[in-house]
């Protein structure tokens, strides 16, 4: 008799699991590896040479070690965000073995014939249905072919991954993994958090820079003495530009209640913003709400595939440039979020 299988085991989706389903990243889980080069590179020339320099440069040790102190507690942080972004839920939504039997109809257009000669109606799945939220708003959800569900609303399909998340915002090449409802909250103090480190870190190296300026008394002598200095200075000011435009972007994210996705493909021509409940309450959702357990349990153990009747769905010339846009979506959302603020701001223009 064969070994029951982990769900894990037989995921359906592209992810990569770690220790027996624990923890779980996304098809792209390799580039975590050039994200901690790039955070840990530069802090370690800083600790290594400016930092170090700067315990006898400043008036007292207390200062020049907390300076290399703060470095240090900031840089965890930011790893530690980094584990908690990439390497956890996101929200996904658990794939069903088969179609919603409540939701399929029966196509008397287009039918099969079976024994006898009768012609039977083939079951299909229409491609949305509308639901009510709040009990005010009505809004259209779509039937995901792959997942054989109607995605809540605010979900959708990475086409990265291969999963439909709750609140997708988008995914992140950065830290191998989907951005969503779950992890949402982690992302935007990672990059936060990034953005401190690298003020910090420039602050810092413009500030040993003076002291060797100020003992040379040459600019070029200085620079010459302490080339780590202005490499690190040069290092944030071109980082901080993009994790600090990203900072700004999902502040204004946040503050109307929308997610990337949102923004970049449903923005309404009216301005109506279905989910926005004014500025403090849409932050307080994002940091103040208990987050939701995962739906899913990967150390369980799987089900057994049952037949059932075989459904389809309509497949229209429509819906097929959807399935193309959002591939096409999903890649650049990801790829380069600043040029969707970008966009925004010419489209508005």
């Known amino acids: 008799?064969?070994?029951?299988?982990?769900?894990?085991?037989?995921?359906?989706?592209?992810?990569?699991?770690?220790?027996?389903?624990?923890?779980?990243?996304?098809?792209?889980?390799k580039s975590i590896v050039v994200t901690l080069l790039l955070i840990l590179v530069p802090i370690v020339t800083f600790c290594s040479n400016v930092a170090r320099n700067l315990l006898h440069e400043v008036s007292t040790y207390t200062t020049g070690y907390a300076i290399m102190g703060v470095a240090i507690m900031l840089t965890v942080y930011v790893l530690v965000l980094l584990f908690l972004t990439s390497a956890r839920d996101p929200g996904i939504v658990p794939r069903n073995l088969h179609p919603p039997e409540e939701d399929v109809t029966y196509d008397s257009s287009a039918s099969i014939e079976t024994g006898g000669g009768t012609q039977t109606p083939i079951p299909r799945v229409p491609r949305t249905k509308e639901v009510l939220i709040d009990g005010r708003i009505v809004v259209k959800v779509k039937y995901c072919d792959t997942c054989k569900l109607y995605r809540p609303p605010r979900c959708s399909h990475c086409s990265v991954c291969d999963n439909c998340v709750e609140r997708f915002d988008h995914h992140c090449p950065w830290v191998g993994q989907c951005i969503g409802q779950r992890n949402y909250r982690y992302f935007f103090l990672f990059v936060t958090s990034s953005a401190l480190l690298c003020i910090f870190i420039f602050a810092m190296s413009a500030l040993h820079l003076k002291y060797q300026i100020d003992y040379y008394g040459n600019v070029w002598k200085a620079i010459k003495e302490s080339p780590a200095s202005v490499i690190l200075m040069a290092y944030c000011f071109f980082f901080l530009w993009f994790v600090g435009g990203l900072t700004c972007?999902?502040?204004?994210?946040?503050?109307t209640n929308q997610t990337t996705y949102e923004n970049f493909r449903y923005r309404r021509e009216d301005g109506v913003r279905l989910y926005d409940r004014g500025c403090l309450n849409n932050f307080l959702e994002v940091f103040c709400t208990k987050i939701k357990p995962s739906r899913n349990n990967f150390w369980a153990y799987a089900q057994e595939n049952e037949p059932r009747p075989r459904t389809r769905t309509r497949t229209t010339p429509e819906a097929e440039t959807d399935r193309r846009t959002k591939v096409e979506d999903d890649r650049e959302i990801g790829g380069d979020l600043l040029k969707i603020s970008k966009r925004r701001d010419v489209e508005e223009a």
């Open 1 to 29: 008799m064969a070994k029951p299988q982990r769900v894990y085991q037989v995921w359906k989706g592209r992810n990569k699991f770690m220790f027996n389903g624990r923890l779980i990243f996304g098809p792209d889980a």
């Open 249 to 255: 972007f999902h502040l204004y994210l946040i503050s």
